[in-house]
């Protein structure tokens, strides 16, 4: 298992509502990422970062902004939350070098 | 437009059987795939890397083959488990060499009965 940390690993919670879901990583990887998972279809990239201080769109556009102020830390925020948001979001990281990635157990969340 | 496709959504094989889950893709150009196994609920795990100029890749039971000119990765389970009932998803590095980020096909869900 790698060192890759996601909490909550469940949110329930009401249309509106702002909410952070956070990622942690103590391996000192530079590269992180935030994906998108809805039952049964692909991954999607939402977010990735480089290193401190740098966010990057993925693929799939997303509502939600992330923060990348520490190496290890990756936060991601819906301001307003809607039903549409409701997903898995899984967070990976990547060391140096490589494009092998090691993802966390993901937040499971629902908005009702 | 660029597409992986795996090509069954689900495999279901008997114990100690030979499981063989393909990962076809077009519009590419990876250096490298990888195939993970995800299970129920949890984030996909990495299981192996194979580069454009190898041609087979062992790991225990697993073996990953990459035909660069069928555009094809077979991912094979040797001896298969219950324990290796899993979805499986294969995923290209888009761009950028080790700098690329990566695409993810839809996975193919393996279920082997005892």
């Known amino acids: 298992e790698a060192d890759i940390y996601q909490t909550p690993r469940y949110l329930v919670i009401g249309t509106g509502k702002k909410i952070t879901l956070e990622c942690s990583q103590t391996?000192?990887?530079?590269?992180m990422y935030w994906y998108q998972q809805d039952p049964g279809m692909e991954l999607h990239l939402i977010h990735y970062s480089y290193g401190v201080n740098s966010t990057e769109k993925g693929d799939l556009s997303s509502e939600s902004t992330v923060s990348r102020i520490r190496t290890e830390h990756f936060p991601l925020t819906l301001e307003s939350a809607r039903p549409s948001h409701t997903s898995q979001y899984l967070c990976?990281?990547?060391?140096?070098?490589?494009?092998?990635?090691?993802f966390g157990p993901g937040t499971r969340l629902t908005v009702l | 437009s660029q597409k992986i496709e795996q090509n069954s959504e689900a495999l279901n094989i008997q114990e100690g059987k030979t499981a063989t889950l393909t990962c076809n893709y077009t519009n590419y150009s990876p250096a490298y795939l990888q195939w993970y196994r995800q299970d129920p609920g949890r984030g996909p795990v990495f299981l192996l890397l194979i580069r454009e100029n190898e041609k087979e890749k062992r790991k225990e039971r697993l073996k990953v083959t990459f035909d660069t000119t069928l555009k094809q990765s077979l991912f094979h389970i040797t001896a298969s488990q219950p324990a290796d009932s899993a979805t499986y998803l294969c995923a290209l590095v888009h761009g950028g060499g080790s700098q690329g980020n990566l695409i993810f096909g839809k996975g193919t869900k393996l279920s082997v009965k005892p």
């Open positions: 391996m000192g990887h530079d590269k």
């Open positions: 990976a990281s990547t060391p140096e070098g490589t494009t092998t990635q090691y």
